[in-house]
Structures are given as C-alpha cells and as structure tokens.
C-alpha cells in the first residue's frame, strides 16, 4: 500500500500496488476529470513531484517521452512504484474529499 499526496491540495490518499493512480483517487472519494481510461485521450494527464511510477501503457500523441522525463504521467495507466506527490493542474478540476471522507481515511502515520 502507498500513500499518494495531492499537489497542491495536500490531500492523501491511499492506493494499492496494482490499481492505477487514478482508481486510487477515485476509489477515495475525490474526483478529477477523466476521459477514455485507456491511455488514450491525455485528459487525466499529471505531474509527479516525488516518488517512483510505472506508465503502464499510452498513446505517444498525448503523452510524449520528454513529457515523462519531466514528471508528466497519465493516471489511468500510471501506478505507483513508491509513495508519491502529484499535482494537479487545473485541467484536472479536482474536487476533494468530504469532511466524513477525511475522518474515515486510515491514518498511515499511526499504522492505519
């Protein structure tokens, strides 16, 4: 299990070994705008700041090689390899978690 923070929002969510960066989002009560799911469309494209990720498998149109070497990934395909701090752009329009949601987050600091 990683935890993924959320740039520059500060949220954290939790995510699996093998679900995407996006399903982890998702699954945590959050939203962000998402198109084919695919690796298709580029529209859930994001930054990583810190940590490790595999891109999975994407469209060379949306998601150019040098795009990668700088930080940009694509989250439906992506999974985290590390712990990891995205940020999203405003193209991602996310809308964060509920004040209930938050409360009913395992805490990874106290071993969840």
């Known amino acids: ?7 520059p929002v500060g949220d954290a969510v939790a995510c699996e070994r093998e679900e995407s960066v996006l399903a982890a989002i998702l699954k945590s009560g959050a939203s962000v705008v998402f198109g084919c799911r695919g690796g298709g469309c580029g529209t859930c494209k994001m930054r990583l700041i810190s940590g490790q990720v595999e891109h999975g498998r994407c469209s060379a149109a949306v998601l150019l090689e040098e795009e990668k070497v700088y ?16 940020e999203f752009t405003a193209a991602n329009k996310y809308r964060g978690l ?4 938050r409360l009913s987050l395992p805490d990874a600091s106290h071993g969840g």
């Open 98 to 101: 509920t004040a209930w949601r």
């Open 1 to 7: 299990m990683y935890t993924i923070t959320l740039s």
């Open 71 to 86: 930080g940009w990934f694509l989250s439906c395909q992506t999974r985290a390899l590390t712990d990891l701090t995205i």
